[in-house]
């Protein structure tokens, strides 16, 4: 499966923007779906994920409250909607996915992986 992540931008502090991880070539359905963000300097860390059936939803605990994560299996798409944005949320972010019945926050558990957008927080 391809994904492809999109919606990053310049956005001030506290303020909100939403990302969308969209899949191409095959459905997103049948995919526990990921997002991941790299600060520079830093290694890639997990952020939200979203199981296949859209039951379980896990956040890391640096953006729990303000991040939510949803999918729309109709659409093909999983969104990641961020509120209340930090400098410290400036990073790119990735989307990914992988197939299994068993959630994971590991990085390595996830086969496909998108582009990558840039999200940065400014003053």
């Known amino acids: 499966v391809q994904l492809q992540a999109s919606g990053g931008g310049l956005v001030q502090r506290g303020g909100s923007l939403t990302l969308s991880c969209a899949g191409s070539?095959?459905?997103?359905?049948?995919?526990?779906i990921g997002w991941f963000r790299q600060a520079p300097g830093k290694d890639r860390e997990f952020v939200a994920l979203?199981?296949?059936?859209?039951?379980?939803?896990n956040y890391a605990d640096s953006v729990k409250g303000r991040f939510t994560i949803s999918r729309d299996n109709a659409d093909n798409t999983v969104t990641l909607q961020m509120n209340l944005l930090k400098f410290e949320d400036t990073a790119v972010y990735y989307c990914?996915?992988?197939?299994?019945?068993?959630?994971?926050?590991?990085?390595?558990?996830?086969?496909?992986w998108g582009q990558g957008t840039l999200v940065t927080v400014s003053s």
């Open positions: 979203i199981s296949w059936s859209g039951r379980t939803i």
């Open positions: 070539e095959r459905t997103l359905s049948g995919y526990n």
């Open positions: 990914a996915a992988y197939a299994g019945s068993v959630v994971s926050t590991r990085r390595d558990d996830y086969r496909y």
